[in-house]
Protein backbone atom coordinates (compact mmCIF):
# COMPACT_ATOMS: atom_id res chain seq x y z
CA UNK A 1 0.00 0.00 0.00
CA UNK A 2 1.25 3.70 -0.91
CA UNK A 3 0.58 6.40 1.62
CA UNK A 4 1.36 10.07 0.78
CA UNK A 5 2.21 12.90 3.04
CA UNK A 6 1.26 16.31 1.11
CA UNK A 7 2.67 19.63 2.30
CA UNK A 8 5.18 18.62 5.26
CA UNK A 9 6.92 22.08 5.05
CA UNK A 10 8.78 21.52 7.74
CA UNK A 11 9.89 17.95 7.07
CA UNK A 12 8.79 16.89 10.75
CA UNK A 13 5.60 14.60 9.85
CA UNK A 14 7.46 11.32 10.37
CA UNK A 15 9.62 12.55 13.39
CA UNK A 16 6.65 14.02 15.16
CA UNK A 17 4.33 10.88 15.74
CA UNK A 18 4.69 6.99 16.12
CA UNK A 19 4.37 5.56 12.24
CA UNK A 20 5.48 2.29 13.27
CA UNK A 21 2.14 0.08 12.95
CA UNK A 22 1.22 2.04 9.65
CA UNK A 23 5.29 1.17 8.01
CA UNK A 24 4.63 -2.29 9.08
CA UNK A 25 2.36 -2.84 5.89
CA UNK A 26 2.85 0.27 3.86
CA UNK A 27 5.15 2.89 2.32
CA UNK A 28 5.17 6.04 2.89
CA UNK A 29 5.86 9.26 1.13
CA UNK A 30 6.35 12.64 2.30
CA UNK A 31 6.21 15.75 0.02
CA UNK A 32 7.26 18.94 1.57
CA UNK A 33 6.77 21.11 -1.83
CA UNK A 34 3.83 23.00 -2.57
CA UNK A 35 2.24 21.97 -5.75
CA UNK A 36 -0.79 24.53 -6.68
CA UNK A 37 -1.26 23.11 -10.64
CA UNK A 38 -4.20 20.33 -10.54
CA UNK A 39 -2.52 18.48 -13.43
CA UNK A 40 0.61 17.97 -11.44
CA UNK A 41 -1.07 17.23 -8.12
CA UNK A 42 -3.16 14.85 -10.23
CA UNK A 43 -0.25 13.30 -12.12
CA UNK A 44 1.45 13.22 -8.61
CA UNK A 45 -1.01 10.91 -6.23
CA UNK A 46 -2.61 9.14 -8.67
CA UNK A 47 -0.10 5.98 -7.68
CA UNK A 48 -1.44 6.31 -3.61
CA UNK A 49 -4.14 4.43 -1.92
CA UNK A 50 -4.15 6.77 1.21
CA UNK A 51 -3.21 10.61 1.15
CA UNK A 52 -2.98 12.62 4.47
CA UNK A 53 -3.05 16.64 4.24
CA UNK A 54 -2.06 19.34 6.53
CA UNK A 55 -5.31 21.62 6.76
CA UNK A 56 -5.97 23.62 3.66
CA UNK A 57 -2.62 23.83 2.08
CA UNK A 58 -4.10 21.43 -0.74
CA UNK A 59 -7.46 20.93 -2.08
CA UNK A 60 -9.40 18.14 -2.75
CA UNK A 61 -12.10 19.13 -5.25
CA UNK A 62 -14.59 16.79 -7.24
CA UNK A 63 -12.23 17.53 -10.24
CA UNK A 64 -9.17 16.23 -8.69
CA UNK A 65 -11.08 13.08 -6.45
CA UNK A 66 -12.18 12.09 -9.56
CA UNK A 67 -8.39 12.05 -11.26
CA UNK A 68 -7.48 9.76 -8.47
CA UNK A 69 -8.96 6.49 -9.38
CA UNK A 70 -6.84 3.97 -6.09
CA UNK A 71 -7.44 6.78 -3.48
CA UNK A 72 -9.21 5.00 -0.73
CA UNK A 73 -8.42 7.37 2.55
CA UNK A 74 -8.05 11.13 2.85
CA UNK A 75 -7.09 12.14 6.05
CA UNK A 76 -6.87 15.80 6.98
CA UNK A 77 -5.76 17.43 10.12
CA UNK A 78 -8.72 18.82 11.93
CA UNK A 79 -12.18 17.75 11.96
CA UNK A 80 -13.35 20.29 9.72
CA UNK A 81 -12.18 20.78 6.05
CA UNK A 82 -14.14 22.92 3.88
CA UNK A 83 -11.26 22.55 0.90
CA UNK A 84 -12.64 18.91 0.62
CA UNK A 85 -15.70 18.14 -1.61
CA UNK A 86 -16.87 15.25 1.23
CA UNK A 87 -20.25 14.86 -1.77
CA UNK A 88 -17.78 13.98 -4.31
CA UNK A 89 -15.84 11.68 -2.16
CA UNK A 90 -18.59 9.56 -0.89
CA UNK A 91 -19.59 9.14 -4.23
CA UNK A 92 -16.52 7.44 -5.32
CA UNK A 93 -16.37 5.80 -2.10
CA UNK A 94 -13.22 7.49 -0.41
CA UNK A 95 -13.20 7.74 3.18
CA UNK A 96 -12.41 11.30 4.90
CA UNK A 97 -11.18 10.90 8.15
CA UNK A 98 -9.90 13.93 10.73
CA UNK A 99 -8.31 14.48 13.97
CA UNK A 100 -9.21 16.07 17.05
CA UNK A 101 -7.91 19.85 17.36
CA UNK A 102 -6.00 22.05 20.52
CA UNK A 103 -7.90 25.19 19.33
CA UNK A 104 -6.53 27.88 21.17
CA UNK A 105 -2.50 28.60 19.05
CA UNK A 106 -3.94 30.80 16.44
CA UNK A 107 -5.33 33.08 19.39
CA UNK A 108 -1.62 32.84 21.02
CA UNK A 109 -0.46 34.27 17.38
CA UNK A 110 -3.14 37.04 17.50
CA UNK A 111 -1.53 38.17 20.39
CA UNK A 112 1.91 38.04 18.70
CA UNK A 113 0.93 40.03 16.39
CA UNK A 114 -0.89 42.76 18.31
CA UNK A 115 1.92 42.91 20.34
CA UNK A 116 4.48 43.03 17.83
CA UNK A 117 2.11 46.19 16.14
CA UNK A 118 2.24 48.08 19.43
CA UNK A 119 5.91 47.90 20.15
CA UNK A 120 6.85 47.66 16.92
CA UNK A 121 8.83 44.76 17.88
CA UNK A 122 10.11 43.40 14.29
CA UNK A 123 11.47 47.05 13.47
CA UNK A 124 13.07 47.28 16.82
CA UNK A 125 14.66 44.09 16.06
CA UNK A 126 16.14 44.85 12.88
CA UNK A 127 17.52 48.72 13.76
CA UNK A 128 18.87 46.84 17.17
CA UNK A 129 21.01 44.67 14.84
CA UNK A 130 21.88 47.53 12.48
CA UNK A 131 23.37 49.22 15.32
CA UNK A 132 20.68 52.01 15.92
CA UNK A 133 18.31 52.28 19.61
CA UNK A 134 15.14 53.11 20.30
CA UNK A 135 14.00 53.94 16.66
CA UNK A 136 9.88 54.40 17.68
CA UNK A 137 7.87 55.22 20.24
CA UNK A 138 5.05 51.99 20.91
CA UNK A 139 1.62 52.43 22.17
CA UNK A 140 0.35 51.22 25.51
CA UNK A 141 -2.80 48.69 24.67
CA UNK A 142 -4.18 48.84 28.10
CA UNK A 143 -6.46 52.24 27.84
CA UNK A 144 -7.14 50.67 24.06
CA UNK A 145 -10.45 48.99 22.53
CA UNK A 146 -9.57 45.43 21.22
CA UNK A 147 -12.90 44.81 18.60
CA UNK A 148 -13.56 41.21 18.09
CA UNK A 149 -14.69 40.19 14.66
CA UNK A 150 -16.16 36.47 15.37
CA UNK A 151 -16.50 35.49 19.23
CA UNK A 152 -16.26 31.59 18.59
CA UNK A 153 -13.64 29.37 20.77
CA UNK A 154 -10.53 31.63 18.98
CA UNK A 155 -12.37 35.22 19.40
CA UNK A 156 -13.47 34.12 22.58
CA UNK A 157 -9.74 33.62 23.53
CA UNK A 158 -8.85 36.34 22.31
CA UNK A 159 -10.89 38.47 23.94
CA UNK A 160 -10.25 37.51 27.30
CA UNK A 161 -7.08 38.04 27.20
CA UNK A 162 -7.59 40.93 26.02
CA UNK A 163 -9.75 41.96 29.35
CA UNK A 164 -6.63 40.46 31.05
CA UNK A 165 -4.49 43.63 29.67
CA UNK A 166 -7.32 45.91 30.56
CA UNK A 167 -8.97 46.66 27.66
CA UNK A 168 -12.70 47.44 26.50
CA UNK A 169 -13.31 44.67 24.12
CA UNK A 170 -16.08 44.93 21.74
CA UNK A 171 -17.32 42.38 19.42
CA UNK A 172 -19.52 41.82 16.64
CA UNK A 173 -20.34 39.28 13.57
CA UNK A 174 -23.56 38.26 11.80
CA UNK A 175 -25.12 35.78 14.31
CA UNK A 176 -23.29 36.99 17.62
CA UNK A 177 -25.87 37.18 20.54
CA UNK A 178 -25.82 39.33 23.57
CA UNK A 179 -25.89 36.09 25.69
CA UNK A 180 -22.38 35.12 24.27
CA UNK A 181 -20.96 38.36 24.67
CA UNK A 182 -21.85 38.31 28.43
CA UNK A 183 -20.68 35.29 28.59
CA UNK A 184 -16.88 35.97 27.78
CA UNK A 185 -16.98 39.47 29.60
CA UNK A 186 -17.57 41.77 26.52
CA UNK A 187 -19.40 43.89 25.06
CA UNK A 188 -22.14 43.45 21.96
CA UNK A 189 -21.21 46.36 18.83
CA UNK A 190 -22.72 47.00 15.60
CA UNK A 191 -20.60 46.34 12.54
CA UNK A 192 -19.84 50.31 12.02
CA UNK A 193 -19.12 50.53 16.01
CA UNK A 194 -16.84 47.78 15.60
CA UNK A 195 -14.82 49.05 13.04
CA UNK A 196 -15.12 53.22 14.09
CA UNK A 197 -14.15 52.80 17.46
CA UNK A 198 -11.39 49.66 17.71
CA UNK A 199 -8.00 50.46 17.72
CA UNK A 200 -7.34 46.62 17.50
CA UNK A 201 -9.39 44.85 15.10
CA UNK A 202 -8.90 41.06 15.18
CA UNK A 203 -10.75 38.90 12.61
CA UNK A 204 -11.66 35.24 13.74
CA UNK A 205 -14.23 34.30 11.19
CA UNK A 206 -14.59 30.87 9.25
CA UNK A 207 -14.87 31.29 5.68
CA UNK A 208 -18.09 30.99 4.10
CA UNK A 209 -19.53 32.77 0.98
CA UNK A 210 -21.20 35.10 3.81
CA UNK A 211 -18.09 36.26 5.25
CA UNK A 212 -15.86 36.02 2.01
CA UNK A 213 -14.97 39.97 1.31
CA UNK A 214 -16.37 40.84 4.66
CA UNK A 215 -13.41 43.69 5.16
CA UNK A 216 -13.49 46.10 2.15
CA UNK A 217 -12.61 49.27 1.17
CA UNK A 218 -15.46 50.73 3.04
CA UNK A 219 -14.68 48.88 6.05
CA UNK A 220 -11.56 49.92 6.24
CA UNK A 221 -12.43 53.62 5.75
CA UNK A 222 -14.28 53.41 8.90
CA UNK A 223 -10.99 52.54 10.84
CA UNK A 224 -9.18 55.07 12.82
CA UNK A 225 -5.94 56.01 10.84
CA UNK A 226 -4.31 55.10 13.98
CA UNK A 227 -5.81 51.79 14.14
CA UNK A 228 -4.39 48.30 13.35
CA UNK A 229 -6.03 45.08 11.49
CA UNK A 230 -5.40 41.29 12.79
CA UNK A 231 -6.08 39.00 10.40
CA UNK A 232 -5.66 34.92 11.35
CA UNK A 233 -8.83 33.66 10.56
CA UNK A 234 -8.30 33.28 6.47
CA UNK A 235 -7.33 35.05 3.63
CA UNK A 236 -10.19 35.84 1.64
CA UNK A 237 -12.33 37.49 4.55
CA UNK A 238 -10.32 40.66 3.78
CA UNK A 239 -10.02 41.92 0.08
CA UNK A 240 -6.31 41.80 -0.07
CA UNK A 241 -6.72 45.07 -2.64
CA UNK A 242 -8.14 46.70 -0.60
CA UNK A 243 -5.83 46.42 2.49
CA UNK A 244 -3.07 46.98 0.14
CA UNK A 245 -4.27 50.06 -0.69
CA UNK A 246 -5.33 51.55 2.89
CA UNK A 247 -1.86 50.37 4.10
CA UNK A 248 0.08 52.25 1.46
CA UNK A 249 -2.21 55.30 1.83
CA UNK A 250 -2.31 55.37 5.25
CA UNK A 251 -5.55 54.59 5.99
CA UNK A 252 -5.18 52.68 8.99
CA UNK A 253 -2.21 52.04 11.20
CA UNK A 254 -0.94 49.27 10.10
CA UNK A 255 -1.77 45.38 10.12
CA UNK A 256 -0.76 41.70 11.46
CA UNK A 257 -1.49 39.27 8.65
CA UNK A 258 -1.05 35.68 8.83
CA UNK A 259 -3.42 34.38 6.23
CA UNK A 260 -3.63 35.12 2.23
CA UNK A 261 -5.03 34.00 -1.16
CA UNK A 262 -3.37 32.33 -3.02
CA UNK A 263 -1.08 30.69 -0.18
CA UNK A 264 1.47 30.22 -0.33
CA UNK A 265 2.36 33.88 -1.06
CA UNK A 266 3.70 34.61 -4.12
CA UNK A 267 7.27 35.68 -4.06
CA UNK A 268 6.46 38.97 -6.22
CA UNK A 269 2.88 39.63 -3.79
CA UNK A 270 2.33 42.86 -2.76
CA UNK A 271 2.48 42.04 0.53
CA UNK A 272 5.89 40.98 1.06
CA UNK A 273 6.81 44.71 0.83
CA UNK A 274 3.90 46.64 2.48
CA UNK A 275 4.75 49.70 5.00
CA UNK A 276 3.33 49.30 8.68
CA UNK A 277 3.23 45.81 8.37
CA UNK A 278 3.82 42.40 10.20
CA UNK A 279 3.09 39.40 8.22
CA UNK A 280 3.50 35.65 8.91
CA UNK A 281 2.96 32.58 7.05
CA UNK A 282 -0.11 31.15 8.40
CA UNK A 283 1.15 30.11 11.62
CA UNK A 284 -1.48 29.92 13.89
CA UNK A 285 -1.89 26.30 13.90
CA UNK A 286 1.70 25.88 13.49
CA UNK A 287 3.09 24.55 16.83
CA UNK A 288 4.57 21.31 18.15
CA UNK A 289 1.45 20.40 20.42
CA UNK A 290 -0.81 21.14 17.67
CA UNK A 291 1.31 18.64 15.04
CA UNK A 292 2.16 16.02 17.27
CA UNK A 293 -1.67 15.73 18.22
CA UNK A 294 -2.85 16.04 14.18
CA UNK A 295 0.29 13.99 12.76
CA UNK A 296 -0.22 11.57 15.75
CA UNK A 297 -4.28 10.86 14.89
CA UNK A 298 -3.86 10.88 11.31
CA UNK A 299 -1.37 8.12 11.52
CA UNK A 300 -4.20 6.27 14.15
CA UNK A 301 -6.74 6.84 11.14
CA UNK A 302 -4.56 5.15 8.68
CA UNK A 303 -3.83 2.08 10.70
CA UNK A 304 -7.71 1.64 12.04
CA UNK A 305 -8.65 1.90 8.67
CA UNK A 306 -6.21 -0.66 7.50
CA UNK A 307 -7.11 -2.85 10.28
CA UNK A 308 -11.10 -2.39 8.70
CA UNK A 309 -12.05 0.19 11.15
CA UNK A 310 -12.19 3.44 10.47
CA UNK A 311 -11.82 6.47 13.31
CA UNK A 312 -13.04 9.96 12.98
CA UNK A 313 -14.51 9.65 9.81
CA UNK A 314 -16.15 12.81 8.87
CA UNK A 315 -18.05 11.43 6.13
CA UNK A 316 -19.95 8.25 7.16
CA UNK A 317 -21.77 7.52 4.12
CA UNK A 318 -18.84 6.51 2.51
CA UNK A 319 -18.70 3.57 4.78
CA UNK A 320 -21.35 1.92 2.86
Known sequence: MRIAILDDYQDVALTLADWSQVQRSAEITVFNDHVADMDTVAARLEPFEVVAIMRERTPFPGE???????????????????????????????????????????AELAWGLILGLA????????????????????ISIGDKTLGIIGLGKVGGHVAKIGLAFGMDVIAWSQNLTPERCAEVGVRLATKEELFATAD?????????????????RDELALMKPSAYLVNTARGPIVQQEALVEALEAGVIGGAGIDVYEPEPLPKDHPMRSLPRSIITPHLGFVTDTNYKLWYG????DIAAWMDGKPLRVLNPDALG
Request: no cysteine.
Open 297 to 300: QIAE
Open 64 to 106: LLARLPNLKLLVTAGMRNLSIDLEAATERGVIVSGTDNVGVTT
Open 200 to 216: FLSIHLVLSDRTRGLVG
Open 119 to 138: RRIPEEDRATRAGQWQTSVG
